[in-house]
């Protein structure tokens, strides 16, 4: 078995201190089946419903998830995958390079933590499936606390299993998720239809009128802010914010042979996202509004939807719990990794008690990728800006610096700036990321001008900085 | 081989999908849907591993 793994996590770290070489590139089907597949998640069953409980209208919904998907195909497209092709390293290295060791150790516990909760969400949504042949009380809208004994015990014991699989079979449960991915997606739309009948919608032209009458009213669950389309296209844009702008997705797209394969990400913005947030919103006004997701897709699809619950939140937490281990591993390398990957597990497990995590999704989602945003803006900026302003790229590298001042001060000052503007101007934290994105860039600039200029030493050599594509 | 696998894979998803059509279209009834769409499901994940995913996909890491 320690052979195996071995073996696993070998596979694993290819390349993860140097760039993809040309014989490892992947051809664009690759990316569009790994898009579809990653963006089919557990996750996609609480967001759609959330939007029906924040009162969306129907042409707000339809119209932001167009505009918002769209500029996050964009994003990856002209953001991430030029740099990506560009470098081909992971995100990690790229960041070591720009902003030194320690930073880059700062920047993975936030991102392991972050992993952990979207895990831990995952986890309580596959937990809501397993529940149902026990009859388990699953929590409501209102509940922030586990609720029950049978909750914490269901679980837990998906947690564990999760966990486990996670230590022992990253590259087998991986495949089985993209198995599972064209049946999923079926699987929503096919539920979604079952119960159009229910709601009054018998043929294709009476949907948009019972759509606005009885899905997406515009009225809000007591307790929730309306959303409008701003709402919708913003959230649309930046639920995966940490993957394009924010550039976690540079670990991927490193090989792709082309940058345009960017535009494989369409495959899981409009199969995915669009699909199951329209096709879950559905399954909710059919089920009342209840809104836990096992139940609603048992009552819509039966044993096969409540099958989807499991495998959507299993599939996807799975290969979140092992990205939080590598994070955390790479900042305390000789801690075996399998028990790395076993204490996030439990971390993430807890994190999945509490509903809060499920009930407030799209506000963690939304946190999740303003926290990470800015040290994409600084790689972006460091790749094309920087060297255009007689500057050095990958500053640390160049230098040999462990803690890129102008780096760690442009993430903190940024998410503090992003915060205040939340909490004393009452900015919804959706609409955050991109004024956060400039404040990010305009400091990064600044700041490195100062700092590059007093930090000058001239036995430095300038490393070799890239151009734009 | 292979194509009988893939073949009764199709055949799962047809399943899958086929069914929910016919309850919009008021053709069966919901019970029988979510029958069907449970031999649709079966029939997927005992024939589609086998064919499909033969290819590493680049890592997520």
């Known amino acids: 078995m320690k052979q195996t793994l071995a073996k696993q996590l070998d596979a694993i770290n290819e390349y993860e201190r140097e760039p993809v070489p040309q014989s490892k590139l992947k051809g664009l089907k690759s990316f569009i089946g790994m898009y579809a597949g990653e963006h089919t998640a557990g996750t996609e069953f609480v967001i759609g419903p959330l939007f029906v409980v924040h009162g969306v209208t129907a042409p707000d919904l339809f119209l932001g998830l167009l505009v918002g998907n769209l500029l996050a195909v964009l994003s990856w497209a002209f953001l991430c995958a030029p740099i990506a092709v560009k470098t081909r390293l992971t995100l990690y290295f790229q960041l070591e390079k720009i902003c030194g060791k320690y930073l880059v150790s700062g920047y993975n516990i936030v991102n392991a933590l972050m992993f952990c909760f979207l895990a831990g969400s995952m986890i309580a949504v596959a937990a809501t499936a397993v529940g149902i042949p026990f009859d388990i009380a699953m929590p409501g809208l209102e509940d922030m606390y586990p609720n029950s004994v049978g909750w914490m015990v269901t679980v837990f014991f998906v947690g564990a299993v999760i966990t486990v699989v996670a230590i022992l079979g990253y590259e087998q449960i991986s495949r089985f998720a993209n198995v599972c991915a064209p049946w999923m997606i079926l699987v929503f739309i096919a539920a979604a239809f079952a119960v159009m009948p229910q709601l009054g919608i018998t043929s294709v032209g009476s949907f948009w009128e019972v759509a606005q009458s009885r899905i997406w009213t515009g009225v809000p669950v007591e307790g929730f802010s309306k959303f409008t389309f701003w709402h919708v296209a913003f959230f649309a844009w930046f639920a995966n914010m940490a993957m394009h702008i924010g550039m976690g997705d540079l670990s991927i797209l490193r090989y792709a042979k082309k940058w345009q394969y960017g ?205 734009s594509f | 081989m292979q194509t009988i696998l893939k073949i009764l894979s199709f055949l799962g998803l047809a399943l899958t999908i086929v069914p929910s059509l016919l309850v919009f279209s008021g053709v069966i009834e919901l019970s029988f849907h979510k029958t069907l769409m449970l031999a649709g499901t079966l029939l997927w994940f005992f024939t589609a591993p086998f064919w499909l995913n033969k290819t590493k996909h680049p890592e997520a890491v």
Not at chain 1, 405 to 417: D, S, Y
Request: proline share 4%.
């Open chain 1, 263 to 467: 535009f494989a990400s369409t495959t899981g913005m409009f199969l995915g996202h669009v699909i199951a947030w329209i096709a879950s919103g559905i399954l909710v006004a059919a089920a009342s509004g209840a809104i836990t997701p096992g139940p609603i897709a048992y009552n819509s699809a039966g044993i096969a939807g409540a099958i989807c619950v499991m495998i959507a939140g299993w599939t996807t937490a799975n290969p979140t719990i092992y990205r939080a281990g590598l994070a955390i591993q790479s900042i305390v390398p000789t801690v075996k990794r399998w028990k790395v990957t076993l204490v996030v597990g439990l971390v993430t497990t807890v994190a999945a008690l509490f509903p809060a995590l499920v009930m407030r999704l799209l506000d963690f989602v939304a946190l999740y990728g303003l926290v990470l945003m800015p040290m994409g803006a600084i790689i972006f900026i460091d790749f094309y800006i920087i060297p255009k302003l007689g500057l050095r790229s990958n500053y640390a590298s160049a230098v040999n610096s462990r803690f890129n001042i102008a780096a760690g001060v442009t993430w903190i000052a940024t998410l503090l700036i992003c915060l205040s503007l939340n909490y004393f101007q009452g900015i919804e934290i959706f609409f955050l990321g991109l004024p956060g994105w400039f404040i990010a860039a305009t400091l990064y600039i600044m700041l490195s001008k100062v700092y590059q200029q007093k930090q000058t030493a001239p036995h430095i050599i300038r490393e070799v900085s890239s151009s």
